[in-house]
């Protein structure tokens, strides 16, 4: 069976077609990449009604888990579930080794970063990044200001986003520092891939990610206080209308902690209680998947329900300790990105294993003039925006939505970035019951408390639209489950 | 230990369920019971529609409107349905204290009710459809019952189920042989359709053989100690789990819910079931539903919306 490649120009309308995007599985001469090579004929054995079966059975598992979100209708509100593909994206272990030393350097000098900013500010002394991108954020947060951060460990939970550019080499293209989602579609996928592909799975030496949980876990521990000897972690969300609530749920139930609504936690004497049937409960360590603004209203917006009123008081006094820590949003911020080799080098006298993708900072008047010359060939992202929203991808978009769009950035140009349109690499999947490639980009999770740990797995999010490089789950991505191969290539030893 | 909110959807959790597969035995002792025109068929409806309302009964419904109605009309807290979206929508929320054995029953029950084609399920064989729920029903009280832990939060969804059942049964007995309602079944075919209704009819029959009367049938769904639909079968439960939940609230010297849960179970325990005349059957039932209603209001306050000024830690 021969698998068909991208097609090289893709994009309507681009004025030069840019390189073919890398595929996982194909080679440029059209063969199978050594670590697919097992998959590639167990998948080529099935017939078309066999993966479609297998196709019902994952959507299956997924609908009777409740992974599931609510389209609400003019009539009636009904659950979808989020598309799933069936193939699984393969990443060998000496790739795998460069991501992990590149995140784990990441995060190590992103927490630096943020230790800085919050306290001496040397960065901002020595001139490495401009003053007015780190203080003038919106993300930036001046209650944080001196505060104490066990391990220095601002940001707990980063998932950050890589893509495999055209030459075969990971990139980062996002550092999501604030409350990253996904984890729960890394380890449910691999559920259901056990499911699906239980004899590819075993002959492949896939590495466990099972344990996320358990290491969440002890990471939320290690920010608690010494002297607390039994540390009571929570996991707190917005409630049931969250679009991310299952994954909120689930990580309370796999690491058996309670999760609690922002209405069962009450602040006395700068500590924070939950209400038992028996009582109330001191609460050591709050997993908070709310965002900064909403955590306390006497602290950030007013008009919160989501969070506890003096919450950030108890975080002060030392009482309680919050994860992610507020504040961490500047870290991630599109514009202080660009700057994040140099951050990189300047707190730890490296180079940045993982690359940045280039980026215009609109805020420079002769930047922003070469952006506004390129519009067709460049993304331009909102700085404070994420999941795909306030973004245009300039190849794809009509002349009115550029000149609309050129319009927005004279107005505001420090609100905006820009960047070089990347072809993402592309994956098999299963498109209508045939195999056919996607763009797909990579999300790891990377854990850090007393120490720093990657868990060797990731959520392979892919535009399911032909052609399309927007990925996210709001604009009609959908995700799969992502092998990382162990030391030993067990794949080919087991053919 | 466990959140005060979860305690109370938990709670509800084991009403809602316990109030869903009553109304699908209502709805297809309904339509079994009325497919000829007679006087009992007549009795049915009256005592079926009188259970499921709150007095005003509207007289000209077709039996087969008011089964529709009991299973399908959403919105309404007392139809199929919506009783199994609510009872779906608490596990959501407190899908972390439920296990997935459990939570994956009760979904699957929900998408099937919800469904696009329920609807045309109902209509083309209500009978089948209802079965089916009331199995399923059957299968998610088997789940948690075999794979929840039997601590704290069983404890509560065992109190939802329980009051639930003790309300449902009375109101059944109301609806059946109540004065204050007039018109008591008297038709042989209306009394074992009662019986039903309230799953009792084998269990009945082995108790009393094929006696059918009414101060039987009475005497078993108040007094008979092994029917788990009885009164007071169902008022020792509540007794048992409030006892067990309240073990570790300190209540500073008020009384809690359990003294009315000791109190209602004893007055269904030494009642003199069998010289009970039906008058003091009536009043029994009412101080029944009544002090139901007080151990509902009891466990919300003491469990749930306590005063923090109370439990302040010292």
Not at chain 1, 107 to 115: E, G, Q, V
Not at chain 1, 124 to 136: A, C, H, I, Q
Not at chain 2, 30 to 42: I, K, Q, V, Y
């Amino acid at each position: 069976m021969r698998y068909a490649l991208a097609e090289t120009t893709p994009i309507a309308g681009a004025t030069a077609p840019g390189p073919a995007p890398y595929d996982e599985m194909i080679d440029p001469d059209g063969d199978v990449r050594p670590h697919y090579a097992a998959l590639a004929r167990r998948v080529a054995s099935l017939s078309d009604e066999d993966l479609a079966e297998r196709q019902r059975l994952l959507e299956r598992f997924f609908l009777l888990q409740g992974i599931t979100f609510t389209v609400y209708g003019a009539e009636s509100s009904t659950e979808r579930i989020i598309p799933t593909d069936l193939l699984p994206r393969i990443i060998p272990a000496g790739e795998w080794a460069t991501i992990e030393a590149g995140l784990v350097q990441r995060l190590r000098a992103l927490n630096m970063f943020l230790a800085d900013i919050y306290s001496d500010q040397k960065i901002l002394m020595d001139g490495v990044v401009p003053r007015e991108l780190v203080l003038g954020a919106p993300s930036y947060r001046r209650e944080m200001q001196n505060l104490f951060v066990p391990h220095q460990a601002y940001a707990n939970v980063c998932g950050s986003d890589l893509i495999r550019k055209p030459d075969g080499g990971f990139a980062v293209l996002e550092d999501n520092l604030r409350v990253p989602s996904g984890v729960s579609y890394m380890l449910a996928n691999r559920e259901a891939a056990k499911r699906t592909f239980p004899g590819s799975f075993r002959m492949a030496g896939v590495r466990r990610i099972e344990q996320y949980p358990d290491l969440l876990l002890s990471t939320l521990r290690s920010m608690a206080a010494d002297w607390r000897p039994n540390p009571q972690v929570v996991v707190l969300t917005p409630g049931v209308y969250n679009s991310a609530y299952f994954e909120h749920a689930y990580l309370a139930r796999l690491m058996g902690v309670p999760l609690v609504e922002g209405r069962d936690l009450v602040t006395h004497d700068n500590m924070v209680y939950m209400r038992t049937t028996t009582g109330l409960r001191r609460v050591d360590v709050i997993y908070r998947r709310v965002d900064d603004d909403f955590i306390d209203p006497l602290t950030f917006r007013r008009d919160s329900s989501l969070g506890v009123a003096g919450l950030f008081n108890a975080y002060r006094g030392g009482n309680v300790v919050i994860c992610n820590a507020p504040g961490t949003g500047v870290a991630d911020d599109k514009a202080v990105y660009a700057y994040v080799p140099e951050i990189i080098s300047y707190y730890l006298g490296e180079d940045a294993i993982l690359p940045n993708i280039e980026t215009f900072l609109c805020r420079e008047p002769s930047q922003l003039s070469h952006v506004l010359a390129n519009l067709d060939k460049l993304v331009v992202k909102a700085v404070g925006a994420s999941g795909g929203y306030g973004m245009l991808v300039g190849p794809h978009a009509s002349r009115a939505e550029r000149e609309s769009f050129a319009e927005a950035l004279r107005a505001d140009p420090e609100n905006y970035i820009a960047q070089p349109t990347i072809q993402l690499s592309t994956a098999p999947c299963l498109i209508d019951g045939a195999i056919d490639p996607r763009h797909v980009d990579l999300r790891p999770f990377i854990l850090s408390g007393d120490k720093i740990r990657v868990t060797p797995g990731a959520l392979t999010r892919v535009a399911l639209k032909k052609g399309s490089l927007v990925v996210n789950s709001s604009q009609g991505g959908g995700s799969k489950d992502t092998w990382v191969l162990g030391e030993t290539e067990a794949g080919e030893a087991g053919a | 230990m466990m959140l005060a909110r979860v305690a109370d959807s938990l709670y509800w959790i084991g009403r809602y369920v316990e109030r869903a597969e009553h109304m699908c035995r209502l709805a297809d002792v309904l339509l079994n019971a009325t497919l000829d025109r007679t006087e009992s068929s007549g009795q049915v409806a009256r005592m079926v529609i009188s259970a499921v309302s709150d007095g005003e009964h509207p007289e000209d419904v077709s039996p087969w409107d008011a089964a529709m109605a009991i299973t399908m009309e959403s919105g309404d807290s007392d139809s199929v349905t919506a009783a199994l979206a609510r009872a779906r929508e608490n596990a959501r929320q407190v899908r972390d204290q439920l296990t997935t054995e459990t939570w994956e029953r009760l979904n699957l029950i929900y998408l099937r009710v919800t469904g696009p084609r329920a609807n045309r399920e109902f209509s083309d064989a209500p009978s089948q459809f209802l079965h089916d729920i009331i199995a399923d029903l059957h299968l998610f009280k088997g789940a948690a019952d075999a794979t929840m832990s039997h601590g704290e939060g069983w404890g509560f969804l065992q109190l939802g189920v329980f009051i639930e059942r003790a309300q449902l049964t009375g109101r059944l007995l109301q609806a059946g042989f109540g004065r204050s309602l007039g018109r008591p079944v008297t038709e042989h075919a209306a009394m074992t359709a009662l019986l039903r209704m309230s799953c009792a009819l084998e269990p009945y029959l082995r108790k009393h053989t094929a006696d059918i009367q009414p101060r039987l049938i009475r005497q078993f769904l108040m007094f008979d100690e092994d029917f788990p639909r009885s009164l007071r079968f169902a008022t020792a439960r509540i007794e048992e789990h409030l006892s067990g939940v309240g073990r570790n609230v300190d209540l500073g010297g008020a009384a809690g819910p359990e003294r009315l849960a000791g109190r209602l179970k004893a007055r269904l325990l030494y009642a003199e079931a069998e010289t009970l005349t039906g008058e003091d059957s009536d009043l029994l039932v009412a101080t029944v539903l009544e002090e139901c209603a007080r151990l509902h209001a009891g466990i919300y306050d003491t469990f749930v919306a306590y005063s923090l000024e109370m439990r302040l830690p010292a």
